[in-house]
């Protein structure tokens, strides 16, 4: 028995893709860019340092002048901001829970009343048919824009003439 002979094809050599090429790029232009910051960041640090030490030792007599009027601005923030602050969350932490019990009662309510009233207008067209949920429908009656008088009385002595005054030359009516 002769045995199959297999032929291999010579393979085709795959080309790597571009970001291969451009990673050991990348990586290069990173760590440069972090020493270059690094290095700015060191020589700005010891500048600064330079330029701040006077300061640094000027600035305990600088508090001490100033100390009356931090400890004044301190006392007065906290009692007109801070504490007020602090008063009005604690109570609003307190009343919360009531607050959304209330607000929770009073929608549950106005779901229920509504309910009510659409199984009422339901059962009363049921009974009595489509004339009568008009008539249940109420009206407002309107109100008069006159004023009633009823049990007030007139403090003056005069009747309801018009009666002219002269005081100092000028003529005033009542």
């Given at each position: 028995?002769?045995?199959?002979t297999?032929?291999?094809?010579?393979?085709?050599?795959?080309?790597?893709?571009?970001?291969?090429?451009?990673?050991?790029?990348?990586?290069?232009?990173?760590?440069a860019?972090?020493?270059?910051?690094?290095?700015?960041a060191?020589?700005?640090?010891?500048?600064?340092?330079?330029?701040?030490?006077?300061?640094?030792?000027?600035?305990?007599?600088?508090?001490?002048?100033?100390?009356?009027?931090?400890?004044?601005?301190?006392?007065?923030?906290?009692?007109?901001?801070?504490?007020p602050?602090?008063?009005?969350?604690?109570?609003?932490?307190?009343?919360?829970?009531?607050?959304?019990?209330?607000?929770?009662?009073?929608?549950?309510?106005?779901?229920?009343?509504?309910?009510?009233?659409q199984?009422?207008?339901?059962i009363?067209?049921?009974?009595?048919?489509?004339?009568a949920?008009?008539?249940?429908?109420?009206?407002?009656?309107?109100?008069?824009?006159?004023?009633?008088r009823?049990?007030?009385?007139?403090?003056?002595?005069?009747?309801?003439?018009?009666?002219?005054?002269?005081?100092?030359?000028?003529?005033?009516?009542?």
């Amino acid at each position: 028995m002769a045995s199959p002979t297999v032929s291999v094809s010579p393979t085709v050599q795959a080309t790597p893709p571009p970001i291969l090429q451009l990673l050991p790029l990348l990586s290069r232009t990173f760590s440069a860019s972090v020493s270059a910051s690094s290095y700015i960041a060191r020589n700005a640090s010891s500048a600064l340092s330079l330029f701040l030490t006077p300061l640094t030792l000027m600035l305990p007599a600088v508090l001490y002048v100033f100390a009356p009027f931090i400890v004044t601005s301190q006392i007065l923030l906290d009692a007109f901001v801070v504490i007020p602050y602090r008063v009005t969350v604690y109570i609003l932490q307190v009343v919360y829970p009531l607050y959304v019990f209330v607000g929770v009662a009073c929608i549950c309510g106005a779901l229920l009343g509504f309910g009510a009233r659409q199984v009422v207008k339901g059962i009363v067209w049921v009974i009595l048919g489509d004339g009568a949920i008009k008539s249940i429908e109420l009206e407002v009656p309107q109100q008069q824009n006159t004023p009633s008088r009823v049990g007030t009385r007139r403090r003056s002595s005069m009747k309801g003439k018009r009666r002219s005054v002269k005081v100092e030359g000028k003529l005033l009516l009542s």
